[in-house]
């Protein structure tokens, strides 16, 4: 199994990234795919999900309306747009895959973002 995250970097406030986690290993489209995000410090924080289907998804409140999760069950990928970046969105994002009504879940090894002018 291997979640490998790719995108991220320094961007300057107000700026857009696109995070991209490609999946392998594991049937993809029978996993709920989500992003989290850490901090030095703090524990992991849920940025936003996915259904296996593709067709709900969920934020948390301070990611509204300013993050976009997707997925491409044909590439096996998550993706993650993120616009209008504050420098309080730095953080380490991790994807993370979890089984359909299970509690089975994988973990990429993370990709840095950092918003600094």
């Known amino acids: 199994v291997q979640l490998v995250e790719s995108g991220g970097g320094l961007v300057q406030p107000g700026g857009s990234l696109r995070l991209s986690c490609a999946a392998s290993?594991?049937?993809?489209?029978?996993?709920?795919m989500s992003w989290y995000r850490q901090v030095p410090g703090k524990g992991r924080e849920l940025v936003a999900s996915?259904?296996?289907?593709?067709?709900?998804?969920n934020y948390a409140d301070s990611m509204k309306g300013r993050f976009t999760i997707s997925r491409d069950n044909a590439k096996n990928t998550v993706y993650l747009q993120m616009n209008s970046l504050k420098p309080e969105d730095t953080a380490v994002y991790y994807c993370?895959?979890?089984?359909?009504?299970?509690?089975?879940?994988?973990w990429g090894q993370g990709t840095q973002v950092a918003v600094s002018s």
């Open positions: 993370n895959a979890r089984r359909v009504a299970s509690s089975l879940n994988y």
């Open positions: 290993g594991f049937t993809f489209t029978a996993y709920v």
């Open positions: 996915i259904s296996n289907t593709g067709g709900s998804s």
